[in-house]
Nanobody, 119 residues
Framework: QVQLVQSGGGLVQTGGSLRLSCATSGRTFSSYAMGWFRQAPGKEREFVAR???????TYADSVKGRFTISRDNAKNTVYLQMNSLKPEDTAVYYC?????????????WGQGTQVTVSS
């Protein structure tokens, strides 16, 4: 069973930065596409960013130019660097693994981490 363990997050002021990490167990991390999602109170979970096994990344329009997703296959870890944070970025953030790069089906999920941006 693949496990995703998240770290990072916390409270930051508007305009600040945070980095989230997601460490993945298992031997096939390098073949997974990895994604970040978030869910704000009272809202549905939404896509934030994705990086496939080749390192090609895509972003939601709301975070493009501010967030960067990256991966370190040697450490089985995916990161989300968040800059120029806004109050509307406040949410619980989740990482997820897409085993066969479907683009829509994520097989494993992290435990979630709170990001709070104060105004």
């Amino acid at each position: 069973q693949v496990q995703l363990v998240q770290s990072g997050g916390g409270l930051v002021q508007t305009g600040g930065s945070l980095r989230l990490s997601c460490a993945t167990s298992g031997r096939t991390f390098s073949s997974y596409a990895m994604g970040w999602f978030r869910q704000a109170p009272g809202k549905e979970r939404e896509f934030v960013a994705r990086i496939n096994w080749r390192g090609i990344s895509t972003y939601a329009d709301s975070v493009k130019g501010r967030f960067t997703i990256s991966r370190d296959n040697a450490k089985n870890t995916v990161y989300l660097q968040m800059n120029s944070l806004k109050p509307e970025d406040t949410a619980v953030y989740y990482c997820a693994a897409d085993k066969i790069d479907t683009g829509v089906v994520y097989d494993y999920w992290g435990q979630g981490t709170q990001v709070t941006v104060s105004s």
